[in-house]
């Protein structure tokens, strides 16, 4: 099994500013097989980006995913105060899925 | 556009079992792989199993192989997860989701609560 690994933790950032979020999977995948969630608190996830660069539907462009092979990173350029909220990275290999640990974006 | 609706909250004792199901609307059940994630109170997201976007077989988590069941009713549109033998540890918000290589959409979630 591939094992995600997200970093940091959890960031506090304040409304305007950018955020970086890394990725590192246990070993090499195809970029087709990386996707990134938001998850807000009592809603479900929302697809915002997947095969590591491509936008999802409805998605606005200060998202914007990159990487390859171990290491993918979801950066979300001047933060609006609707993007505070949990994010997972998530691969496809070896016939099964799984997701990173999460990272949570905070208002500083 | 596909809609996925779930079946309502579910209060079980341990030892116990649960079925969740999933009506599929906008598509086809047997157009699409359907898959399965559960999501612990306050804890990060676990794929459980489903329809491997390759080769349409089912596929478990290794961690619940043996307890948990995926089946389709393609004549309704409808999928179910079975989860036998309920720990607390099983106390989830439990997703249907439509995924191949990602997740979208998924369903509106399921809470099974497991509690004496």
């Known amino acids: 099994e591939i094992v995600l690994t997200q970093s940091p933790g959890s960031l506090s950032l304040s409304p305007g500013e950018s955020a970086t979020l890394s990725c590192r999977a246990s070993?090499?995948?195809?970029?087709?097989?990386l996707a990134w969630y938001q998850q807000k608190p009592g809603q479900t996830p929302r697809l915002l980006i997947y095969g590591a660069s491509s936008r999802a539907t409805g998605i606005p462009d200060r998202f914007s995913g990159s990487g390859s092979e171990t290491d993918f990173t979801l950066t979300i350029s001047r933060l609006e105060p609707e993007d505070f909220a949990v994010y997972y990275c998530q691969q496809f290999g070896s016939s099964a899925y799984t997701f990173g640990q999460g990272t949570k974006l905070e208002i500083k | 556009q596909v809609h996925l609706v779930q079946s309502g909250a579910e209060v079980k004792r341990p030892g116990a079992s649960v079925k969740i199901s999933c009506k599929v609307s906008?598509?086809?059940?047997?157009?699409?792989?359907m898959q399965w994630v559960r999501q612990a109170p306050g804890e990060g997201l676990e794929w459980m199993g489903g329809l491997h976007p390759e080769n349409g077989k089912i596929v478990y988590a290794q961690k619940l192989q043996g307890r948990v069941t995926m089946t389709e009713d393609t004549s309704t549109d409808t999928a179910y997860m079975e989860v036998t033998s309920l720990t607390s540890e099983d106390t989830a918000f439990y997703y249907c989701v439509i995924g191949t290589y990602f997740f979208d959409p998924w369903g509106q979630g399921t809470l099974v609560t497991v509690s004496s």
């Open positions: 070993r090499s995948l195809s970029n087709i097989y």
């Open positions: 906008g598509y086809r059940l047997a157009e699409i792989s």
